[in-house]
């Protein structure tokens, strides 16, 4: 009897397999025939699946940052403040700071090969990038636009970090960039304190 096989799974497993490739080699660095022996399928399956290696970093750009949204905004205890909810997208990001900074490095990869050498469309990244930074703000349950400035400090510190490991804490940055945020908007917007 032929096995049944859940493709949605499947696809699903291959794309959390070429993340753990790609962030070790580099989007660059990789083939599709190289990337379907490591994952230990066909290049026809591979193919299958993904239609070439760009489309393969673009769903996967999608699926991590559902995945990742999903998982952050799980963590919000119910009546959480403004200051706990901040700090849980913070501690979450601390806590995956290498994977983030996997992240960090494909997008740049992508980045290049992509729009830098051919101008092509950026849409799936950019769509991934506005998920991320929407959910923060239904996080933080606020405006886009602090949704986004949250994301955007993590990212700049991820990034930092990625560069210069030991130049500050991050911790430490997290705690100033709560305090100063936190502070902002209640004075800003009124809201409630802790």
Request: charged residues 25%; glycine residues 4%; contains cysteine.
């Amino acid at each position: 009897m032929p096995k049944i096989v859940d493709h949605d799974e499947f696809r699903q497993e291959l794309l959390e397999k070429y993340f753990d490739l790609f962030a070790k080699t580099g989007y660059l660095n990789v083939s599709m025939r190289e990337i379907a022996a490591q994952m230990g399928v066909t290049t026809g399956t591979l193919y299958h699946y993904f239609p070439n290696k760009n489309n393969l970093l673009e769903e996967l750009f999608y699926m991590a940052s559902r995945q990742d949204t999903s998982e952050a905004l799980a963590k919000i205890p119910n009546n959480a403040t403004l200051a706990e909810r901040t700090k849980v997208f913070c501690e979450f990001v601390e806590e995956k700071e290498v994977y983030f900074q996997d992240i960090v490095l494909l997008t740049i990869d992508n980045f290049r090969y992509k729009y830098l050498a051919d101008h092509q469309d950026f849409t799936l990244i950019n769509e991934a990038d506005n998920h991320y930074g929407n959910k923060i703000a239904e996080g933080l349950e606020l405006d886009d636009k602090y949704g986004f400035m949250l994301a955007i400090f993590l990212n700049g510190l991820v990034y930092h970090r990625l560069v210069f490991p030991d130049s500050v804490s991050f911790s430490e940055q997290i705690q100033l960039f709560q305090e100063m945020f936190t502070t902002f908007l209640q004075n800003e917007n009124n809201i409630r304190k802790e």
